[in-house]
């Protein structure tokens, strides 16, 4: 059997890229060889889509652009674009364990292959075990759609592990919200439900290390003087690197305890 974890939500900024970074950083850190699927259109930096920002990030990580796939202009003069551009992603994963990040907005593509293509079922006789990473925030507008497609994604995947991801978890704002007693309802049906808190390095210099294209687990593994470098910061100026680096440990080991039995064991930046 070959896992494909698939990582995907209906807008963007509520944390599907860190979220797949996070997870292909765990495989590294346990000594996990997977190749990542970039299916996000906004991740292409050339025309042929022979490099990704994904790929940027990643740097030990075999990472394959596929992009979003058809719009519905195009499923719609064509009804096999879909199955076309889905089946690609069947063939790599049948060949090894892989992560697929899904641009925004794409999540309802899958949602319509996997009914009409009866995905789950097709993938598990080529040996690829499914799961559906879901990350959404407290805010209406994302929670809402959120927990729409967690719902969609279990009743249209039968066997496939779903699992629901509150990204920058304040359990005073999710109290009381129809949904989120919606979410209880499709936990205790199967659906896994997990939080992802935010790290608590400074927006600046968290910023800063996405901009410099570092991924968590290398800001852990770093010297205070190189990190403080690459942020900009003067060598005799390493406290807030420093800072930042250990506010970024204290967020993967705090992941790591909530993703448990979800994700392989490992030691973040060794």
């Known amino acids: 059997m070959t896992k494909l974890k698939i990582v995907g939500t209906e807008r963007g900024g509520d944390g599907k890229s860190t979220l797949a970074v996070v997870l292909a950083g765990m495989e590294e850190a346990a000594g996990h060889a997977i190749t990542i699927i970039d299916g996000d259109d906004a991740g292409r930096l050339d025309a042929a889509g022979v490099v990704s920002r994904l790929g940027q990030v990643l740097k030990n990580q075999e990472v394959v652009w596929i992009g979003a796939g058809p719009d519905a202009a195009a499923v719609e003069a064509n009804s096999d674009a879909l199955s076309a551009h889905w089946d690609k992603v069947g063939k790599i994963a049948a060949a090894r364990d892989c992560i697929l990040d899904l641009g925004a907005n794409t999540v309802q593509k899958l949602i319509e292959y ?12 080529r040996g690829i075990e499914i799961e559906c990473w879901i990350p959404f925030s407290c ?9 729409k497609t967690v719902r ?15 990204n920058g978890v304040d359990g005073e704002l999710w ?44 800001v852990v593994a770093m010297d205070e003087v190189d990190l403080a470098k690459i942020l900009g910061l003067s060598k005799d100026d390493t406290d807030p690197a420093e800072r930042a680096r250990v506010k970024v440990e204290q967020w993967l080991a705090a992941l790591y305890k909530s993703f448990k039995g979800l994700v392989p064991e490992g030691v973040p930046g060794k």
């Open 139 to 147: 805010e209406d507008e994302s929670f809402s759609k959120g927990v």
């Open 152 to 166: 969609r994604l279990h009743e249209t995947i039968p066997g496939a592990k779903i699992i629901a991801v509150k």
């Open 114 to 125: 996997a009914g009409v293509m009866n995905i789950g079922a097709r993938w598990a006789k």
């Open 175 to 218: 109290k009381g919200k129809p949904e989120d007693k919606e979410l209880t309802a499709l936990e205790k049906a199967g659906v896994v439900v997990v939080s992802m808190p935010k790290c608590g390095a400074p927006p600046a210099m968290w910023d800063a290390i996405k901009a410099a294209k570092l991924s968590p687990f290398e």
